[in-house]
């Protein structure tokens, strides 16, 4: 499973952008999903993550009340709409997917996920 991120850019403090993360399989499984964010010289941290069914939702305190992680029904692919964005969003974002057939599963841990994409640059200007 390949994993495509895709929807970042520069940003002024305050602003939105929405990232969209797809596969290159057109399958019906449909695993978890994460996103993670990686900022220069910093490690990389979770940032959102949603279960199969899309009940179980989980945030980094970091970004509580201004990101939401969202999927369509099918295939396997995710959404983070992010509001409010701040310099410290600054980061390359990266999706994620998580070999499951769980419904409520939402790992939080990178070495919870199988399959990465490539990521995508997110810029937020002060």
């Known amino acids: 499973v390949q994993l495509q991120a895709s929807g970042g850019g520069l940003v002024q403090a305050g602003g939105s952008l929405r990232l969209s993360c797809t596969s290159s399989?057109?399958?019906?499984?449909?695993?978890?999903m994460g996103w993670f964010r990686q900022a220069p010289g910093k490690e990389r941290e979770f940032v959102a993550a949603i279960s199969i069914t899309g009940r179980r939702i989980r945030y980094a305190d970091t970004v509580k009340g201004r990101f939401t992680i969202s999927r369509d029904d099918r295939y396997i692919n995710a959404h983070l709409q992010m509001n409010n964005l701040k310099p410290e969003d600054t980061a390359v974002y990266y999706c994620?997917?998580?070999?499951?057939?769980?419904?409520?599963?939402?790992?939080?841990?990178?070495?919870?996920?199988?399959?990465w994409g490539q990521g995508t640059e997110v810029t937020v200007s002060s």
């Open positions: 399989v057109r399958t019906f499984d449909t695993y978890p």
């Open positions: 994620a997917a998580a070999h499951s057939a769980r419904n409520d599963y939402a790992p939080q841990a990178r070495g919870d996920y199988d399959y």
